[in-house]
Protein backbone atom coordinates (compact mmCIF):
# COMPACT_ATOMS: atom_id res chain seq x y z
CA UNK A 1 0.00 0.00 0.00
CA UNK A 2 1.16 3.69 -0.88
CA UNK A 3 2.19 5.72 2.19
CA UNK A 4 3.36 8.93 2.68
CA UNK A 5 4.73 10.60 6.21
CA UNK A 6 5.50 13.51 7.65
CA UNK A 7 7.16 13.09 10.54
CA UNK A 8 6.41 17.05 11.73
CA UNK A 9 2.78 17.99 12.18
CA UNK A 10 4.49 21.42 13.38
CA UNK A 11 7.52 23.25 12.72
CA UNK A 12 8.48 26.80 13.79
CA UNK A 13 11.58 28.54 12.63
CA UNK A 14 12.70 32.13 12.71
CA UNK A 15 12.80 34.43 9.76
CA UNK A 16 15.98 33.89 7.71
CA UNK A 17 16.35 30.77 9.42
CA UNK A 18 17.26 27.47 7.27
CA UNK A 19 14.09 25.26 6.84
CA UNK A 20 13.73 21.67 6.10
CA UNK A 21 10.35 19.84 5.93
CA UNK A 22 10.59 15.75 5.86
CA UNK A 23 8.37 13.28 3.80
CA UNK A 24 9.37 9.78 3.46
CA UNK A 25 6.94 7.43 1.33
CA UNK A 26 6.82 3.70 0.41
CA UNK A 27 5.34 3.40 -3.27
CA UNK A 28 5.40 0.42 -5.29
CA UNK A 29 6.44 1.47 -8.68
CA UNK A 30 8.25 5.36 -9.44
CA UNK A 31 5.63 8.18 -7.94
CA UNK A 32 5.59 11.80 -9.40
CA UNK A 33 6.96 13.51 -6.65
CA UNK A 34 4.79 16.60 -6.03
CA UNK A 35 4.93 19.01 -3.20
CA UNK A 36 1.76 20.98 -2.37
CA UNK A 37 1.11 24.11 -0.25
CA UNK A 38 -2.10 25.94 1.50
CA UNK A 39 -1.71 29.19 2.46
CA UNK A 40 -4.02 30.79 4.81
CA UNK A 41 -7.65 31.35 3.83
CA UNK A 42 -6.27 29.81 -0.08
CA UNK A 43 -6.37 26.66 -1.91
CA UNK A 44 -4.14 23.84 -2.23
CA UNK A 45 -1.98 24.53 -4.59
CA UNK A 46 1.27 22.83 -6.26
CA UNK A 47 4.34 24.46 -4.73
CA UNK A 48 6.98 21.96 -6.70
CA UNK A 49 7.05 18.55 -8.61
CA UNK A 50 10.30 16.42 -8.93
CA UNK A 51 10.13 15.71 -12.67
CA UNK A 52 10.32 19.42 -13.57
CA UNK A 53 13.56 20.05 -11.35
CA UNK A 54 12.53 23.70 -10.49
CA UNK A 55 12.87 25.94 -7.66
CA UNK A 56 10.12 27.82 -6.49
CA UNK A 57 9.94 30.78 -3.92
CA UNK A 58 13.28 29.40 -3.21
CA UNK A 59 12.33 25.80 -2.21
CA UNK A 60 13.79 22.73 -3.50
CA UNK A 61 13.41 19.31 -2.87
CA UNK A 62 15.93 16.18 -3.30
CA UNK A 63 14.64 12.67 -4.48
CA UNK A 64 16.28 10.67 -2.22
CA UNK A 65 15.17 6.48 -3.81
CA UNK A 66 17.66 4.69 -1.36
CA UNK A 67 16.07 6.33 1.52
CA UNK A 68 12.46 7.11 -0.60
CA UNK A 69 12.30 10.48 0.84
CA UNK A 70 11.48 13.76 -0.86
CA UNK A 71 12.06 16.21 1.71
CA UNK A 72 11.52 20.08 1.21
CA UNK A 73 14.12 22.94 1.87
CA UNK A 74 14.18 26.29 2.06
CA UNK A 75 17.52 27.78 3.03
CA UNK A 76 16.42 31.60 4.36
CA UNK A 77 13.29 31.37 5.20
CA UNK A 78 10.42 34.04 5.00
CA UNK A 79 7.74 35.30 6.98
CA UNK A 80 5.22 34.50 3.53
CA UNK A 81 5.99 30.97 4.02
CA UNK A 82 4.28 29.78 6.78
CA UNK A 83 1.75 27.57 5.48
CA UNK A 84 0.64 23.99 5.70
CA UNK A 85 2.56 21.90 2.92
CA UNK A 86 1.88 18.56 2.35
CA UNK A 87 4.03 15.78 0.21
CA UNK A 88 2.22 14.01 -1.83
CA UNK A 89 3.75 10.65 -4.51
CA UNK A 90 1.27 10.55 -6.82
CA UNK A 91 0.93 7.53 -9.53
CA UNK A 92 0.46 7.88 -13.60
CA UNK A 93 -1.64 4.87 -12.58
CA UNK A 94 -4.47 6.99 -10.68
CA UNK A 95 -4.97 4.29 -8.19
CA UNK A 96 -2.08 4.97 -6.80
CA UNK A 97 -2.39 8.39 -4.68
CA UNK A 98 -1.83 9.59 -1.37
CA UNK A 99 -1.47 12.96 0.38
CA UNK A 100 0.69 13.16 3.44
CA UNK A 101 -1.22 14.33 6.37
CA UNK A 102 1.03 18.06 6.21
CA UNK A 103 3.19 20.13 7.92
CA UNK A 104 2.07 23.40 9.84
CA UNK A 105 5.22 25.53 8.91
CA UNK A 106 5.12 28.99 10.73
CA UNK A 107 8.10 31.40 10.36
CA UNK A 108 8.36 33.86 12.97
CA UNK A 109 9.65 37.22 12.18
CA UNK B 1 -9.07 31.52 -17.71
CA UNK B 2 -12.14 30.50 -14.60
CA UNK B 3 -11.14 28.43 -12.03
CA UNK B 4 -12.30 25.46 -10.22
CA UNK B 5 -15.61 26.25 -8.09
CA UNK B 6 -17.60 23.76 -6.11
CA UNK B 7 -21.04 23.87 -4.45
CA UNK B 8 -22.45 23.80 -2.25
CA UNK B 9 -19.69 25.42 0.43
CA UNK B 10 -21.90 23.65 3.16
CA UNK B 11 -24.04 21.50 4.13
CA UNK B 12 -25.56 19.32 7.07
CA UNK B 13 -26.81 15.81 6.12
CA UNK B 14 -28.74 13.02 8.47
CA UNK B 15 -27.03 10.28 8.52
CA UNK B 16 -28.72 7.58 6.15
CA UNK B 17 -29.39 10.20 3.92
CA UNK B 18 -27.73 10.74 0.13
CA UNK B 19 -26.14 13.79 -1.33
CA UNK B 20 -24.44 15.16 -4.12
CA UNK B 21 -21.10 17.16 -4.41
CA UNK B 22 -20.53 19.31 -7.61
CA UNK B 23 -17.79 20.51 -9.12
CA UNK B 24 -17.03 22.74 -12.27
CA UNK B 25 -13.44 21.98 -13.57
CA UNK B 26 -10.81 24.59 -14.90
CA UNK B 27 -11.57 25.41 -18.71
CA UNK B 28 -9.31 23.00 -20.63
CA UNK B 29 -9.11 20.64 -18.01
CA UNK B 30 -10.65 17.02 -18.84
CA UNK B 31 -9.57 15.37 -15.51
CA UNK B 32 -11.10 15.68 -12.14
CA UNK B 33 -10.06 14.13 -9.15
CA UNK B 34 -12.27 13.85 -5.84
CA UNK B 35 -10.19 13.99 -2.27
CA UNK B 36 -11.69 13.44 0.91
CA UNK B 37 -10.13 15.48 3.66
CA UNK B 38 -10.70 15.04 7.75
CA UNK B 39 -9.64 17.15 10.30
CA UNK B 40 -6.18 17.36 10.35
CA UNK B 41 -5.34 15.30 7.89
CA UNK B 42 -4.04 15.00 4.44
CA UNK B 43 -6.57 14.85 0.96
CA UNK B 44 -7.69 10.88 0.70
CA UNK B 45 -8.04 10.71 -3.00
CA UNK B 46 -12.02 8.99 -3.65
CA UNK B 47 -11.72 9.11 -7.22
CA UNK B 48 -10.46 10.14 -10.60
CA UNK B 49 -12.54 10.70 -13.58
CA UNK B 50 -11.13 11.34 -17.23
CA UNK B 51 -13.20 11.78 -20.62
CA UNK B 52 -16.34 10.83 -18.45
CA UNK B 53 -14.88 7.78 -17.36
CA UNK B 54 -13.68 6.48 -13.73
CA UNK B 55 -9.80 6.60 -14.18
CA UNK B 56 -8.88 4.97 -11.05
CA UNK B 57 -9.99 5.03 -7.14
CA UNK B 58 -8.90 5.10 -3.46
CA UNK B 59 -9.83 2.89 -0.71
CA UNK B 60 -13.31 3.95 -0.88
CA UNK B 61 -16.93 1.72 -0.33
CA UNK B 62 -18.98 1.34 -3.19
CA UNK B 63 -21.69 3.80 -1.89
CA UNK B 64 -19.33 6.70 -3.14
CA UNK B 65 -20.06 7.33 -6.89
CA UNK B 66 -19.27 9.69 -9.35
CA UNK B 67 -20.03 11.45 -12.65
CA UNK B 68 -18.16 13.39 -14.92
CA UNK B 69 -20.03 14.84 -17.59
CA UNK B 70 -19.41 16.02 -21.33
CA UNK B 71 -18.09 19.09 -20.03
CA UNK B 72 -16.11 17.67 -17.84
CA UNK B 73 -17.53 18.86 -14.64
CA UNK B 74 -18.70 16.22 -12.19
CA UNK B 75 -20.63 15.48 -9.34
CA UNK B 76 -19.76 12.86 -5.80
CA UNK B 77 -22.19 10.91 -4.38
CA UNK B 78 -22.82 9.94 -1.14
CA UNK B 79 -25.40 7.10 -0.38
CA UNK B 80 -26.25 6.13 3.55
CA UNK B 81 -24.46 8.72 4.93
CA UNK B 82 -22.32 7.78 7.84
CA UNK B 83 -20.88 9.94 10.71
CA UNK B 84 -17.30 9.58 9.58
CA UNK B 85 -18.00 11.01 5.93
CA UNK B 86 -17.83 14.50 7.85
CA UNK B 87 -15.10 16.16 6.21
CA UNK B 88 -14.04 18.75 4.00
CA UNK B 89 -14.63 17.55 0.14
CA UNK B 90 -12.08 18.59 -2.57
CA UNK B 91 -12.76 18.53 -6.19
CA UNK B 92 -9.14 18.85 -7.86
CA UNK B 93 -8.89 19.48 -12.31
CA UNK B 94 -5.81 19.02 -14.65
CA UNK B 95 -5.10 18.67 -18.31
CA UNK B 96 -3.38 15.92 -19.91
CA UNK B 97 -4.13 12.12 -20.04
CA UNK B 98 -5.54 11.31 -17.13
CA UNK B 99 -3.09 10.37 -14.11
CA UNK B 100 -0.98 12.65 -12.00
CA UNK B 101 1.26 13.44 -14.23
CA UNK B 102 -0.28 17.07 -14.31
CA UNK B 103 -0.75 19.75 -12.19
CA UNK B 104 -3.75 19.99 -10.20
CA UNK B 105 -5.73 23.08 -9.68
CA UNK B 106 -8.18 22.24 -6.57
CA UNK B 107 -11.61 23.92 -5.81
CA UNK B 108 -12.36 25.45 -2.56
CA UNK B 109 -14.15 22.51 -1.11
CA UNK B 110 -17.23 21.25 0.18
CA UNK B 111 -17.83 21.40 3.82
CA UNK B 112 -19.90 18.19 4.96
CA UNK B 113 -21.20 17.59 8.33
CA UNK B 114 -23.15 14.15 9.00
CA UNK B 115 -25.67 14.20 12.10
Known amino acids: AQRVTQPEKLLSVFKGAPVELKCNYSYSGSPELFWYVQYSRQRLQLLLR??SRESIKGFTADLNKGETSFHLKKPFAQEEDSAMYYC???????????FGDGTTLTVKP | ETGVTQSPTHLIKTRGQQVTLRCSSQSGHNTVSWYQQALGQGPQFIFQ???????GRGNFPPRFSGLQFPNYSSELNVNALELDDSALYLC??????????????FGPGTRLTVT
Open chain 2, 49 to 55: YYREEEN
Open chain 2, 92 to 105: ASSSGGGGFTYEQY
Open chain 1, 88 to 98: APLGTNAGKST
Open chain 1, 50 to 51: HI
